[in-house]
Nanobody, 128 residues
């Protein structure tokens, strides 16, 4: 069984930083994508960043480039999303998701339904 648990969300002023964590267990395949998605009320779910399990490849949405960094610690089986220079429009529920296989050249194409496992989400609120 695959279990993903997010943590690290909270409330922060614009310009501040947060680090989200996704603790993963039960992942059998080494060739796995771990992704961060976010969804604000009334909005569609947005892909934010992806990383393959060993951290060799990453993808960032345009809205995240230069501000967010996705990384993996395989010793801890944890994927992180470091979020800097936060903006009010970053306010959303953030979800961790996983799918095998993980093809680096398809990272821009993966959509939510391509992911098999999801966490429960962690709320990020950014105030001006």
């Amino acid at each position: 069984q695959v279990q993903l648990v997010e943590s690290g969300g909270g409330s922060v002023q614009a310009g501040g930083s947060l680090r989200l964590s996704c603790s993963a267990s039960g992942l059998t395949y080494s060739d796995t994508c771990i992704a961060w998605f976010r969804q604000a009320p009334g909005e569609e779910r947005e892909k934010v960043a992806l990383i393959n399990r060993r951290g060799a490849s990453t993808y960032y949405a345009d809205s995240a480039k230069g501000r967010f960094t996705i990384s993996v610690d395989n010793t801890l089986n944890t994927v992180y999303l470091q979020m800097n220079s936060l903006k009010p429009e970053d306010t959303a529920m953030y979800y961790c998701a996983a799918r095998p296989p993980c093809l680096a050249d398809r990272m821009p194409l993966y959509i939510p339904t391509n992911f098999n496992s999801w966490g429960q989400g962690t709320q990020v609120s950014v105030s001006s």
